[in-house]
């Protein structure tokens, strides 16, 4: 990597940002307060797929986890993968795929642990549930300092807490250097996609909410709409009902079939899209919500939806939103700091502008905060996919995305980061 403290990343907001210092290790070192106390609000900034705007600050040191914490390992007999901390979901799922395996990951191959750490809704999520939900064991440090190692169906009741609270909010008060997960069989995939309008968006939204758990909707709206069906193959008997499900699509022309013979073929986000993600001209933001079916509000939301993208600000931003449910809202998986359990839905809004142009982002982070108030109403829950604490909605994003244990997550805090070295709550 050249010296000139830019770290290479995904995130082009991080990519800019003038870093203090660079370190790949975890030692004692790290949690020494004199590192950080310099300035009150400094803190470590954590990186492992490098996909978001807060692993790299300008002036604040960066723990790259990619370097020394990127080992895979698939246990043939248990099926059980163990994966560093600093490991990309694309790799996951490529190293697993030699031995017919698959995670769910998301709809990108770019994200870290972080993508695991924060909840973790895949396409697949509907059957397998969130990623959180496939954590078999964690080992790291706690912001203090000390090591934690913790085993599903092992966790001593003092440590309860901390496991529940790993599986969702694990950034606040650790760091996370591995990961046993339990992975799936690879299936083959059957994708419907393509550009509808908003009159059809409407109708397959419709359609979606009465879908099996082996089928998902997600769709963006950009410059246009696009939509991705998918659904997994797994038996005769189950693809059977599959292609009834599916056949309520027939009638949309413009979209098409695709088999995949597994899910890492799948790339999500077409070209023509024209999307900004990784425009390396643009910074951005992200606001993920989560809420339930809309049933009867389909209309609404879609005049609403309507409104919010005649109103953007330029070509950059959009709206999209990926499905949950069945499984997601199981809570046999154990308790975690995913609360929002009912979720159905997960939009996001991708707020992006031409960096350096600080009236056109303001322009654009009006727009974001304006969407998401008339988003509130449909989808009144957060998933902080994000960490927004550079943001003045970071406060109401932390309320909204971990409602009732909000209180837990801030003793845990107190507790296990006392000198605040990680992101601030
Ligand atoms: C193109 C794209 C598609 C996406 N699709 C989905 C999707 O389908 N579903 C979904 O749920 N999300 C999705 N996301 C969101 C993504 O999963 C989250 O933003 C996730 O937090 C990114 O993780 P990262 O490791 O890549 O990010 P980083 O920027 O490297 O990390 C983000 C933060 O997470 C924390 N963190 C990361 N690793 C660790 C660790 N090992 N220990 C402790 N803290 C850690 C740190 O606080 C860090 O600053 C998508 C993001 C992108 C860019």
Not at 126 to 150: E, V, W
Request: hydrophobic share 35%; net charge neutral.
């Amino acid at each position: 990597m050249k010296n000139n403290n830019l770290l290479e990343v995904p995130n082009i907001n991080s990519k800019d940002a003038k870093f203090k210092e660079l370190i790949y290790n975890v030692d004692a070192s790290l949690f020494n307060e004199e590192n950080y106390s310099k300035k009150e609000y400094e803190y470590l900034c954590i990186c492992s797929g490098g996909t978001t705007s807060s692993c790299a600050k300008k002036g604040f040191t960066t723990l790259d986890l990619r370097k020394n914490y990127n080992k895979i390992h698939l246990d043939r007999e248990s099926n059980i993968a163990t994966i560093g901390g600093g490991v990309l979901m694309g790799d996951l799922i490529n190293h697993l795929q030699k031995y017919n395996r698959s995670f769910p990951i998301g709809l990108s191959k770019l994200p870290g642990a972080g993508y695991i750490l924060t909840g973790g809704v895949s396409p697949l999520s509907r059957a397998y549930g969130l990623a959180i939900d496939n954590i078999k064991s964690i080992k790291g440090f706690l912001g203090n300092g000390t090591f934690i190692s913790l085993r599903e169906n092992q966790i001593s009741p003092e440590k309860q807490l901390i496991w529940e609270a790993i599986k969702g909010a694990a950034p606040f008060f650790s760091i996370i250097t591995e990961i046993e997960l339990k992975t799936i069989q690879s299936n083959p995939i059957k994708v419907i996609e393509g550009f509808v309008n908003l009159n059809e968006l409407s109708e397959i939204i419709k359609i979606s909410e009465e879908f099996p758990e082996n089928i998902s909707l997600q769709w963006i709206y950009a410059q246009k709409i696009y939509i991705y069906i998918l659904a997994e193959l797994k038996n005769n008997l189950e693809d059977k009902r599959t292609e009834e499900y599916l056949m309520l699509l027939d009638k949309f022309p413009a979209l098409e079939k695709q088999f995949y013979g597994n899910y890492n073929k799948i790339n999500f986000f077409p070209k023509e899209l024209d999307l900004y993600e990784l425009n390396g001209n643009n910074h951005s933001e992200v606001l993920s919500l989560l809420g339930e079916d809309l049933e009867n509000d389909i209309p609404f939301f879609i005049k609403c939806l309507k409104e919010i993208m005649e109103s953007r600000p330029n070509n950059s931003c959009y709206v999209a939103s990926q499905q949950m449910g069945c499984k997601t809202k199981k809570l046999n998986c154990g308790s975690s700091f995913f609360v929002h359990r009912n979720s159905t839905w997960k939009p996001w809004i991708y707020a992006s502008w031409k960096k350096n142009d600080l009236q056109e982002r303001k322009i654009v982070m009006d727009w974001m905060y304006k969407s998401w108030s008339e988003l509130k109403r449909f989808y009144p829950n957060i998933h902080l996919a994000q960490l927004h604490n550079h943001l003045n909605s970071h406060e109401e994003e932390i309320r909204l995305a971990f409602g009732n244990r909000i209180d837990e997550l801030k003793t845990l805090k107190n507790i296990f980061d006392p000198k605040s070295i990680l992101p601030p709550l």
